[in-house]
């Protein structure tokens, strides 16, 4: 729970010795990757501090990863983009219209009038299949710098391995 | 870059020893942070795999983490949300109307559309207002649950340090 950070950051911290990174991504690249606990994206893929960018969210879905994109591309200057989903994942486990029925069930009429607004929650039926349409998505998406390269991978939460998808 | 991602995961998959955690948090707990490349959200607060959510966009901004805090806590039942931006942020660096000028001067009319539809890009001026802003945003939202602890802090790229806000 988020009472202990401050002990366990004091470990961290005495140790710490990373203080002048500069703010752009030394590897010129972002990962999209999903908010899983069970994922750790910097131990299992290997990137050091001031590396990467790393965008996750529920599903470590494109389209709701556009805004940070931008703002990686084009102002610190990023140049490739990972996305990564994995195995087990909680978005193979529902759909959308299952979400929206729980929360017309037990919510208020505000919180459905919320639920609306975000419509889509990105819920998707089949990892790889998913990865390949969020590539697809970014390299057909108006804002993603032209020449960006793009790669799709899943991780397996029960191995710790990554598969690159394409 | 993400070609070395494979070769890197090798040394962490022959390691791995956590294979059946479970999918839902231990902890209960979702964190938002930044997607900055100087944070290590896991080694920095003492998260171990599988305790807890991580989200991380351009900023940590709240406003932008709704579907997977809904999803976070709706269907894999977290009830603790810690909220963290950072010193030396690129959201500090810029305001929203800039970055969409950016865009008309170097983009297509496809991309400027596409930018008009993202609106705010969620920039803000000063560091610990913003977390209190966020912690606002999210006390006040309706597809938060009730009784939901919240709690936001700052991490201190040039030291390793968090400090509580609020």
């Known amino acids: 729970m988020a009472s202990a950070f401050t002990d366990n950051n004091n470990v961290y911290a005495s140790k710490f010795d990373k203080g002048h990174l ?11 990757t999903c908010m899983d606990a069970r994922i750790d994206p910097a131990a299992s893929l290997g990137i050091n501090l001031g590396e990467a960018h790393v965008i ?4 470590g879905r ?19 983009i990972a996305v990564f989903h994995h195995t087990d994942c909680g978005m193979l486990t529902f759909k959308s219209e299952e979400l929206h029925d729980i929360i017309k069930k037990d919510a208020s009429p505000e919180a459905v009038k919320a639920a609306d607004a975000i419509g ?3 819920a998707f039926p ?9 590539v ?10 032209e020449g960006t390269k793009i790669s799709g991978w899943v991780y397996h939460v029960e191995t710790g391995k990554v598969s690159q998808v394409v």
Do not use: C, M
Not at 56 to 59: D, Q, S
């Open 22 to 32: 500069p703010l752009p991504p030394a590897n010129k690249l972002a990962v999209v």
């Open 56 to 59: 996750r969210n529920a599903g």
């Open 62 to 80: 494109a389209p709701d990863a556009v805004r940070s994109l931008v703002i990686s591309q084009r102002l610190l200057g990023t140049r490739e």
């Open 120 to 122: 889509d929650f990105l």
């Open 126 to 134: 089949k990892i790889d299949e998913n990865v390949k349409e969020d």
């Open 136 to 145: 697809e998505f970014l390299k057909g998406h108006p804002l993603i710098l």
